[in-house]
């Protein structure tokens, strides 16, 4: 499910969320959202996105979608919908519901379902290919195999618990130059006809993948199931082959990590199958990529502004705007972690800033980028630095005070029963992946950026551009200094970033100007582990 991170990196002054639709209306501008939205068989609470207007959840595979029934549907009071909640909808299409009081603004729920399938044979070689549009599943067996005495040991393609087969695809066991086909019923009048196939592969063992990163090597490959299957490797120019360990086995596919390596440093690898071994592949390990003032000793002052940088700006902070109200939210700080051979930690102090008689609350912040620049009393922040290293974790120290909310400007729509007197948030994140200037509005070094102003462009940890992601959250205070390990979880060990974004904040809700001024976070030594 997607979930938003939402960062506040200036102190200004917002007077008007946007709207999702134009207004040429001369009544006040309201805002109208789903605020709550449950749905029976969810997997998880529903996402609900307010700046694009869509609220998204995802069933359990043993829900009829086509008979979804929503409930506790809240919205922003006053507001009237031309949809009746509760009720139960058909949900294999996006719903639409208008919200209307003095304008009238379109909503989107999207349902998602997902049902696992699967088609195992003794002695097949890697996963079987699923086909759930044609209803085709395909198992691949080696050129030798009696296509007479198949043994099939799993087959599901639909919901769990409530499918019948007929006839019971287990029960064939000839594929000799013939496919079978299974009927499989499901919510009473739902039928599909399922093809299933077995066919022979002119090979014992093969490679599907290999990743090799900085210090560890990833390792995936097809061979007979059942067999005794694994991995070796070596570095180049070297005899002797070692064995890879904690090798992973699901049917004929396995897989491995190769962890400990040296940075690059070419290696060789081959998968294996009793006497069968794969051709021998080379690969090189990555370089490693440090975090320039990771440890947060390098400070200067420019223009009044206080810097997380001397000379070539790497961090950013929300100081460049919290300094037209002549505040100061992230400096340097004496009080650093216990051990720690530096001077400087980076304090980031959650403030209420006064800007033309008018005073709005700013969450203490640092992160990899630079402002961006005004729009009006809006700013714009850029976030990201070129970086292809593929980190397994951020590591370092911080220090929180969390604060009881005293400033309250927007709720979040995700915590629409936030209030004052609740504990502030604090909030450590970091991500890699694959954005670009022209896509996201930026530079070639820092690419995506943030208007505080317009919720749609907050950083969103599920967009198709991250790649991995990990984070933090604070939700009371520390006992002094603590350590920690963030890591990350990737969507692929093959694909290779272009930047990485790091932000730390004291309070995670800035950007809605809620959070608490005695919010404290401070950071130190920020380092990357491989």
Known sequence: MMKIFRYLA?????????????????????????????????KAPATINPSACTVDFELEEIIDIRKVSIKDVTFTEGAESDVAFPGKFDMRNALY???????????????KQDIERYFRVEGQIGESEIDAVSHIATAYVPMDYDMNDV????????????????PDPLSFTSFDGTVHHTMVTYHGDIEEMWTLKIIQKDIDVEFSAVDAWAKRIWLNANGRSGDKKGFRYRTAGSEEWLE?????FEGGSFSACIEGLEPQTEYEVMAYVDESVTPITKVTTDSIFTLPNGDFEQWSTIDNIVCPYIDTPFWGSGNDGAAMASTTLTEPTEDVRPGSEGRYAASLQSKKAALMGIGKFAAGNIF?????????????????????????????????????????????????NLQKGDMDEGQIMIAVGCWTAEEYGGSADCPVVVNTKDESTYFDKSGKDVIGVGEMILT??????IEFTLP??????????????????????GDYFTGSTQSLMLVDDLTLQY
């Open 10 to 42: 200036v102190a200004v002054v917002a007077f008007v969320a946007a709207g999702c639709i134009d207004n040429d209306i001369p009544y006040p501008i309201v805002k109208l959202d789903i605020l709550t939205l449950s749905a029976e068989g969810e």
């Open 151 to 166: 043994r099939i040991t799993a087959a599901k393609f639909g919901p769990k618990d409530i499918s019948t087969y007929y």
């Open 244 to 248: 890879v360990e904690n090798v992973v």
């Open 368 to 416: 990899l980028g630079e402002f961006g620049g005004l729009v009006g009393l809006d700013g714009l922040v850029n976030f990201g630095r070129p970086s292809t290293a593929r980190p397994v974790a951020l590591h370092g120290w911080v220090k929180y005070n969390c604060g009881v909310i005293d400033e309250l400007g927007r709720v979040p729509a995700a915590r629409p």
């Open 97 to 111: 519901v208008n919200l209307s009081m003095y304008q009238t603004f379109e909503w989107t729920i999207r349902a």
């Open 488 to 509: 990350l979880d990737y969507r692929s060990t093959s694909e290779v970033p272009t930047h990485m974004i790091i932000v730390c904040t004291g309070s995670r809700f």
């Open 476 to 481: 009371e205070s520390t006992d002094g200094w």
